[in-house]
């Protein structure tokens, strides 16, 4: 492979793509003895880089972006493409990747990229546009998955306004996962396009062509940004309808509960004095147990009369 891309590098009418799945030793000799990459650019393939990133190199640009993964419980793997675009070759390094995601996902974009270069349906005059290429289909990646998410979003909606309530803490678990999904798309979206604005502001030295396609897509993950930011408003009101009806409940609950301790006060205090060891009775005193059971029913009349007006029930 090594000498393959040397001698490509020799021919000036070719535009060279290097795709490597897996990280190794043969892929550090590529990049460092046969295209000179940076060794900052070298070591960042090499490990995982947890923030995207643009390192500008006087021979070509680093650029690190991520894609999302739905894991279980909720979890998003960000799933990392890196970039060293040069004036005349592109290499696309993927991962490293978590052991839970199944490989071919780290693949996704740059598989569906190669279809259409098959297909004729694409034609790259530059790095650049091949690289467009490739983030552009990342970009409606991230779009598809905030269709995902908008998806369980309307389930989650129509449970809420149905009157659903379940298991609160359950249902709260469900409504946050969707939540977190967003954010995480958002900040995918939001930190490319800064990765890619940098680009912009430096570029003095890519062709005007390239960076328009540069400030495409700014636009596109930029958009990204937004929709996963109008979405995430959207069900933080599903949240907060959800969680303002639980707890009106719960207060409803307790001000009946209290109600309740309220009219039976006095039958519990007049029943405390009455049960004292001071007063002992050898016989059943009729007339004075009615009048005892009259005035616990007035009490707590007086009391039911005074919680009515206030409110309570």
């Known amino acids: 492979m090594m000498s393959e891309v040397d001698e490509l590098l020799g021919r000036d009418d070719t535009l060279i793509w290097i795709d490597i799945l897996q990280w190794d030793e043969e892929a550090v000799r590529l990049l460092t003895d046969v295209l000179h990459c940076h060794p900052l650019a070298v070591r960042d393939c090499a490990v995982r880089n947890r923030v995207p990133r ?5 021979e070509h640009h680093l650029l690190i972006l991520h894609g999302p993964e739905r894991g279980p419980s909720g979890h998003i793997h960000y799933i990392e493409l890196d970039q060293i675009i040069s004036h005349r070759y592109l290499v696309t390094v993927h991962g490293p990747l978590n052991p839970a995601v199944n490989p071919e996902v780290a693949n996704r974009e740059t598989d569906a990229v190669r279809r259409r270069l098959e297909s004729g349906r694409l034609r ?18 991230l779009e598809s998955f905030i269709e995902e998410i908008t998806r369980d979003v309307w389930h989650l909606e129509q449970r809420v306004t149905g009157g659903h309530m379940g298991n609160p803490e359950e249902f709260l678990e469900e409504l946050f996962q969707a939540r977190h999904g967003l954010l995480a798309v958002r900040t995918m979206g939001a930190l490319g396009a800064e990765v890619y604005g940098r680009i912009v502001a430096l570029g003095k030295s890519i062709p005007e062509s390239d960076l328009l396609l540069i400030m495409d897509v700014v636009d596109q993950l930029s958009r990204i940004k937004g929709l996963a930011d109008g979405e995430r408003e959207y069900l933080q009101g599903v949240i907060e309808f959800y969680r303002v009806r639980a707890e009106t ?5 307790a001000e009946r509960l209290a109600v309740i301790a309220v009219v039976t006060l006095p039958i519990t205090a007049l029943s405390s004095i009455y049960g004292m060891n001071i007063i002992v009775n050898q ?27 206030r409110g309570w029930w």
Request: aromatic share 8%; net charge positive.
């Open 124 to 141: 790259p005059g530059s790095p650049y546009e091949l690289s467009y290429a490739i983030v552009s289909t990342l970009a409606q990646r």
């Open 249 to 253: 409940k719960m207060t409803i609950a």
């Open 283 to 309: 016989s059943t005193h009729v007339p004075q147990l009615l009048a005892v059971l009259l005035v616990m029913a007035i009490m707590s009349a007086l009391l039911l009369t005074w919680a009515k007006r």
């Open 54 to 58: 643009v390192r500008i190199y006087p």
